[in-house]
């Protein structure tokens, strides 16, 4: 099983961004576009589990300590905004805590449920400054987003699980692109983008089958799902 554990925004929050990207999309056709049913925020890869180590209970009790891992953080509130890329390789808009300044009442913020409606995330607060775009990792207070993403990849490890070891760097993948291809332009034109805040208030454990999306793209289920918090 190839797996992840993601984030997931609100259906709302989500059509902003593809509504943003439209205009993009048709004007840099060479790049290999993420499906928008398939956008996500990873907070750690796990890569390939084996049928072996499923069958020797690593499903289990990598379920349980993500339920617990889950409990530990709370809710927190984010915005999509700008864009950047990975050299020549990825292009994504950035993932950014919204400041104290900007944050609204529950009520008001979109939450990360697939019901959402584009009326809800209008009626939210101000939205956040747009980001420059860059090649390097995206910028913000993140720390909050960055203890839960350790407590993830430590969960992972401690069920026996190989997770890779780098730096964690929160954003959504919007396409990748072939070696030497000018991803500039396309993270120039997503520049002044800024998204309306969404509560992220559940992690998700996703499966992911290579080739069984539409037009061979990989297809995702997800798993198991915790409210953050509780």
Known sequence: MRAFVALIPPAAVLAELATALGPVQMSHPGLRWTPAGQWHLTLAFLGEIDGDALDDGVLPDL????????????????????????????????????????????????????????????SSAPRPASCASGHGAPRGGL??????????TAAARRSGIAVDDRPYRPH?????????????????????FAGSPWTADALHLVRSRLGAGPGGTAAHEIVETWPLGR
């Open 63 to 122: 379920t349980a300590r993500l339920a617990r891992a889950a409990r530990r953080h709370p809710p927190q509130e984010l915005a999509l905004s700008g864009a950047g890329r990975f050299g020549d390789r990825v292009l994504w808009t950035r993932v950014h805590l919204v400041p104290g300044e900007f944050r609204t009442p529950p009520r008001r913020v979109a939450r990360s449920d697939p019901a959402s409606s584009a009326s809800d995330a209008a």
């Open 143 to 152: 720390d909050a987003l960055r203890r839960l993403a350790g407590s993830v």
């Open 172 to 192: 959504l993948t919007l396409a990748r692109g072939r070696e030497g291809a000018d991803l500039r332009p396309a993270a120039a034109a997503l520049n002044g």
